[in-house]
């Protein structure tokens, strides 16, 4: 991957007023910030080792990062049964689905994120298959859709048709308690219909890059629904960031709006992740 994309040269999320910091993210490894220390906010995970990866930004000073796994798988969730969804901030209606989901406690990886997506921050979550990863995204952008609901409002970016399927359904479900309106848009399915589709402006766009880049490439009408797009999420953004996608990616980051939230998802954080995140040891 020593040739995939810089995420934060080619992914900026600058908020408004302020000019993203190309090359500043750093990796932290279990370090304390002391209260009057702004930039590079990181969460420490259950083994002391997981690396935060932060960047200056004027409006919230950080990227914060989490892991539920490495490169050897983890043992466990590590769900802890004495915390509630709503401990992370997020809605009753939103508990009362989670619950109803049998969802009771929350994972890792959804402690380490939900409160920092709410926050405004960028996330680069690392967590492996059943670790309830999509849910640690999927939730915080629900609850922000329903305070302020319009589309496109998150695009959600996936190297597969099978995963765009999937993510699909965990939205319908997690968003059963509003009028979710969401998108699939992969290759092997009607071209019109899925330009129709976007030009209706769901709520939430889960794509593969190839097949999105295609569709803007085709009707020059679609590019503007994006513009003002709160969330852009790359799922297993270890294969996304691979050059095979880098041209695709780049057509679409075009599209987006800076002033917007960026959460990346790996499966495993090793040194490929540290090149392409343009992050250095401190």
């Known amino acids: 991957m020593e040739d995939g994309i810089s995420l934060f040269s080619r992914l900026p999320s600058a908020k408004q007023g302020s000019k993203s910091k190309q090359g ?7 370090q304390k910030l002391n209260s009057n220390e702004k930039p590079n906010a990181h969460l420490d995970s259950h083994n002391g080792e997981d690396p935060g990866v932060g960047r200056s930004n004027a409006a919230h000073a950080a990227t914060t990062s989490v892991s539920a796994s490495s490169k050897r798988t983890a043992e466990s969730l590590e769900i802890d049964e004495t915390a509630s969804f709503r401990d992370l901030g997020l809605s009753e209606w939103l508990d009362k689905v989670c619950t109803s989901l049998g ?3 929350p ?7 939900i409160p920092a997506i709410l926050q405004g921050r960028d996330v680069i979550g690392v967590a492996h298959t059943g670790s309830g990863k999509t ?3 999927a939730l915080p952008i629900l609850q922000r859709l329903s305070k302020d609901p319009y589309g496109i409002f998150a695009l959600v970016l996936t190297p597969t048709r099978e995963l ?3 993510l699909a359904d965990q939205f319908r479900a997690l968003g059963a308690g509003q009028t979710l309106k969401e998108s699939v ?3 092997g399915l009607d071209m019109q219909a899925q330009t129709k589709e976007l030009a209706r402006r769901p709520h939430v766009v889960i794509a ?12 020059s009408d679609l590019a503007p629904a994006f513009r003002r797009a709160s969330f852009l999420v790359l799922d297993e953004a270890d294969r996304l960031l691979e050059p095979t996608f880098e041209s695709d990616l780049a057509a679409i ?3 987006l709006p800076e002033e917007r939230q960026t959460l990346l998802f790996f499966r495993y954080y090793d040194e490929d992740v540290d090149r392409t995140t343009n992050c250095t040891p401190t």
Do not use: E, Y
């Not at 500043?24 to 279990?30: F, P, Q």
């Not at 994972?107 to 994120?113: E, P």
């Not at 593969?208 to 009707?219: A, I, K, N, V």
């Open 208 to 219: 593969t890059p190839g097949r999105l880049r295609q569709l803007l490439s085709l009707d």
């Open 135 to 137: 849910a640690a995204f």
């Open 107 to 113: 994972t890792l990886v959804q402690r380490g994120c």
């Open 164 to 166: 765009a399927f999937q």
């Open 253 to 255: 980051m075009q599209i």
């Open 185 to 187: 848009v992969i290759g």
């Open 103 to 105: 969802m009771t406690h």
């Open 24 to 30: 500043s993210a750093s990796k932290t490894t279990n």
